[in-house]
């Protein structure tokens, strides 16, 4: 590599791909290392024949406002559509599917899961963080205020229960105790009204932002070393480029062993910094397999305590949608089932045996099973972490090196988006483009 760009991205995420759209627009010239031999990252949508197979990223809602700009600047306004069900979720309880709406406020005061003082515990604690409007719809640190306890404190048990078995261990893979109350706050003004796709996968999202950007797969970069007139970024075999300026638009603890020298405030965030995981299997069935709660339809079913016969089971979400005949169900593992610990087989028989099990419906029905382990999931932004990020912007060195991703800005696509979004308007700003 004898070249010398303006600017090294080193990651092809979404974050990654964002930022060099953004830093080529003005004008800059880029180049981006990464490290697999595909563009995206956590973001792939996986075709095979009759089959899409998403494996991250691959809802949105309305408040995703970076997101449906791109789409829209890229043709794709019209692939974003709303799911069938949207956030209606059953919640399994002694034996029996209650219905709740984890996307809107009414939601959990309408559900038969909670009791009168778990309601009143749960306005107590939303209704500031309703009333308090986040600046930017991606970013956590716009809502930083409430970064002073966890998601769960002054609710009631079964309030933070109901929480965690829907908007929080569920998708954070952690539980409400372990998270920010600022990824509640600004989650209740994100994750409202119609849950979205990008018909054909999210990965159209992807190959649209990436076109006319030079990646170079299969490059695993080693470290970066900041020098006095630029930075040398190190590969694996012992090649190295210069840049003028790099962004590190990969997860947390990759950007922390890169760059051991970064400012103290930068290194305390990116080692602090974890990313949860997510065990899960595709069971494609020969009929379509319709969810219910309490007579109505319901997108996911999510079962929050170990009453299935495995124990292994975390939730089911209704894939139907991404076949083209029969049907299809994404079947997660609950964390307390230590999926990383069971064989691919295994994890698989146990939870085609719980969701027989929750729907004999299904027995004799599986044709294929198709097992995902994600790590690293989502970043775990506990309760400090939020002011924390909001320092590390400050002490970033501008212009030399500076970081993406979505443990810069909030933990989903949108985080990522306009985590990239920033690097490359500081980065564009210190070399005056
Ligand atoms: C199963 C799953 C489901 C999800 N569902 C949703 C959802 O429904 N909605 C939502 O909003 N979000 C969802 N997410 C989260 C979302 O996918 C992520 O927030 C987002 O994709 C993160 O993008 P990123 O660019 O920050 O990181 P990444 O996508 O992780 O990109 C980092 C890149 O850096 C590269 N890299 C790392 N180290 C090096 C190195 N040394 N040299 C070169 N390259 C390197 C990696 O290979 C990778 O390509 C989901 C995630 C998963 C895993």
Redesign the pocket.
């Known amino acids: 590599m004898d070249d010398t760009p303006d600017v090294a991205v ?7 791909l964002t930022a060099a759209r953004e830093l080529r627009r003005r004008g800059l010239d880029v180049v981006v ?4 031999d595909h563009s ?4 792939r949508s996986e075709h095979r024949p009759g089959v899409l197979l998403e ?6 809602t309305h408040a995703y406002t970076s997101m449906r700009r791109l789409l829209a600047e890229h043709g794709l306004a019209e692939a974003a559509r709303p799911t069938a069900t949207g956030f209606h979720a059953g919640v399994l309880r002694d034996g029996v599917f209650r219905h709740a709406d984890l996307g809107s406020v009414t939601g959990p005061l309408l559900t038969r899961l909670l009791g009168v003082r778990d309601k009143a515990s749960l306005l107590r604690v939303a209704g500031p963080m309703l009333l308090a409007r986040p600046a930017d719809l991606g970013d956590l640190t716009s809502m930083r205020r409430f970064d002073t306890r966890s998601a769960a404190a002054g609710l009631s048990a079964a309030t933070a229960g109901y929480l965690t078995a829907g908007p929080h261990e569920f998708l954070w893979g952690v539980p409400s105790t372990e998270l920010s109350a600022a990824v509640f706050a600004l989650q209740l003004h994100v994750f409202t009204g119609e849950l979205r796709e990008v018909s054909g996968g999210i990965g159209r999202l992807v190959a649209a932002v990436a076109g006319g950007t030079d990646v170079r797969h299969g ?3 080693s470290a970066i070393r900041p020098e006095p007139d630029g930075v040398r970024v190190e590969v694996e075999g012992g090649d190295a480029l210069r840049a003028r300026s790099v962004v590190l ?3 947390a603890d ?1 950007a922390a062993g ?1 760059w051991p020298d970064a400012p103290a405030p930068v290194r305390a965030h990116v080692r602090a910094m974890d990313h949860s995981r ?1 065990d899960y299997v595709y069971l494609r069935t020969r009929r379509p397999v319709e969810l219910h709660a309490e007579g109505r339809p319901v997108g996911m079913e999510v079962i929050t305590s170990p009453e299935v016969g495995g124990r292994t089971i975390g939730g089911i979400y209704g894939a139907n949608a991404w076949v083209d005949d029969g049907g299809m169900l994404l079947v997660t593992a609950a964390r307390a089932a230590r999926a990383e610990d069971l064989g691919d087989d295994e994890l698989a028989d146990r939870l085609q045996a719980d969701v027989e099990k929750l729907h004999p419906e299904v027995v004799g029905e599986v044709t294929d099973r198709v097992v ?1 382990r ?1 790590q ?3 970043p775990t932004f506990r309760p400090g972490s939020v002011r924390r990020l909001a320092e590390v912007r400050r002490h970033l060195p501008a212009g030399r090196v500076d970081l993406a ?2 443990h810069m800005s909030a ?6 988006i306009r ?1 990239g979004e920033h690097a490359a308007a500081r980065v564009g700003a210190a070399l005056r483009r």
């Open positions: 080193v990651g092809a995420g979404i974050a990654g290392l990464e490290r697999d995206g990252g956590r973001i494996h991250g990223g691959i809802f949105h490059t695993v970069v638009a990969c997860p990759a890169l997510i995902m994600h690293p999931y989502t991703g979505d933990p989903w696509v949108e985080g990522a985590s």
